[in-house]
């Protein structure tokens, strides 16, 4: 009965393969997102998913690309991967639309990617 | 820029009280959030704050002043559970969700 689940929660990789994160919620919600969380603990938005829009962030490289098949998955793949990008990754869902001043997130536990 | 400003670290002891504060400067203002994320974990929901005033939710509490661009969480009768980071975050005038980095802190006994 996990609300937000992410897979795999730990990937390990060489530099410059090509990978995917995978993240479900059953939650019913409207909205999902992915984040990135560095060793200083700074959780960066990267995108926003709200059903008919992706929103994306303009710091994000274009390396990093999300894919929704439908509205309760949101997927990373991320190509060519680089020693920075190692960091831990999380998936979140809200039940509102992004422009929502009340938007409770629900967080996945985390995928932690380590790029050797 | 936008700029959410925490204290990196704050050690408490168990039964005690501790209050940790979050300044904002932000385009805009939505509402405020706390979480709270244990080590190796995701964050979790704590409080939402978009009046100004205390909001109590059982042994936590969130205060916001818009005027001074300020908020508080209150944590009374701390638990050794309680030891984690708790992370300030601001709904700006675009509803982005702007994060702090978040406040550690330890109990001890």
């Known amino acids: 009965d996990t609300a937000v689940s992410q897979t795999p929660k730990y990937l390990v990789t060489q530099m410059g393969n090509d990978k995917s994160i995978k993240c479900e919620q059953n939650l019913g919600h409207d909205t999902m997102y992915w984040y990135k969380q560095d060793s200083k603990k700074f959780l960066k938005i990267m995108f926003s998913?709200?059903?008919?829009?992706?929103?994306i962030n303009e710091t994000v490289p274009n390396r990093f690309s999300p894919k929704s098949p439908d509205k309760a998955h949101l997927n990373l793949h991320i190509n060519s991967l680089e020693l920075g990008d190692s960091a831990v990754y999380f998936c979140a869902s809200s039940p509102r639309a992004a422009d929502h001043s009340y938007n409770e997130q629900f967080f996945g536990p985390g995928t932690r990617l380590t790029v050797l | 820029g936008q700029n959410i400003d925490q204290p990196t670290e704050m050690t408490a002891t168990e039964g005690a009280i501790v209050q940790i504060n979050c300044t904002y400067q932000t385009s805009g203002f939505n509402g405020l959030f706390w979480y709270q994320q244990h080590a190796g974990e995701a964050p979790t929901f704590l409080s939402y704050?978009?009046l100004d005033g205390l909001e109590e939710k059982g042994r936590f509490s969130s205060f916001l002043s818009r005027s001074k661009g300020y908020s508080y969480l209150l944590l009374k009768e701390l638990q050794m559970k309680d030891s984690a980071s708790y992370l300030c975050?601001?709904?700006?005038?675009?509803?982005?969700?702007?994060w702090g980095a978040g406040t550690k802190l330890i109990i001890k006994p």
């Open positions: 998913y709200n059903n008919k829009e992706l929103i």
């Open positions: 975050a601001v709904t700006d005038s675009n509803y982005q969700l702007i």
């Open positions: 704050n978009v």
